[in-house]
């Protein structure tokens, strides 16, 4: 079951010297255990995502490229039940840095599928980061609550970049432009 927040006192009816003979069956304990699972509903907040290696990218002006990309996101569980029976399971202890290595691994390929198919040139993204946060939010955002019953609060994309040698090469053709 799920209790909401507030204050619960659990109590038993077993009788103990019953509840022992009763319980010969099994090692003279209890076949009926209770678990509590305490789950915060805050919002975790500064949760990041980067992507690992670089992605492939076919730019109208430069042609193919390499970006990276990362930014933070904000999360809160909504559904209790099914985040213990999804993501925690059975485990005692579960932390916020294994749920979000799991989420991270759902965040990178959708942002990947979203860069390839939005056909946005790399000199324009800068000005995207937050439409692409909004698109990502709203894909992003329904799988985790079907998933995992998390609720995605802000999904923000911070920096998209390139290469070091790409950046020297563009910074040369902008110094070019400006000489004339």
Do not use: C
């Not at 255990?33 to 949760?47: G, H, I, Q």
């Not at 193919?64 to 559904?79: H, T």
């Not at 099914?82 to 932390?95: D, H, R």
């Amino acid at each position: 079951d799920v209790l909401g927040p507030g204050m619960y006192e659990l109590e038993t009816k077993n009788l103990p010297v019953l509840s022992t003979l009763q319980g010969w069956k099994h090692g003279f304990e209890s076949p009926f255990k209770a678990e509590v699972y305490f789950v915060s509903t805050r919002r975790f907040s500064d949760l990041k995502w980067g992507t690992k290696n670089p992605i492939m990218l076919r730019d109208p002006e430069f042609g193919p490229v390499r970006i990276r990309a990362f930014g933070s996101y904000e999360i809160r569980v909504a559904e209790p039940g099914k985040f213990i029976k999804e993501v925690v399971g059975t485990e005692g202890v579960f932390t916020t840095e294994e749920v979000v290595d799991r989420l991270r691994n759902i965040i990178i390929p959708r942002f990947t599928d979203l860069i390839g198919e939005s056909k946005i040139p790399i000199l324009d993204m800068a000005a995207n980061y937050n439409e692409l946060s909004s698109y990502i939010e709203e894909h992003v955002g329904g799988e985790f609550n079907d998933m995992y019953g998390l609720h995605v609060t802000k999904m923000l994309v911070e920096n998209i970049s390139l290469p070091p040698a790409v950046e020297e090469a563009l910074d040369k053709r902008t110094s070019m432009g400006v000489i004339g």
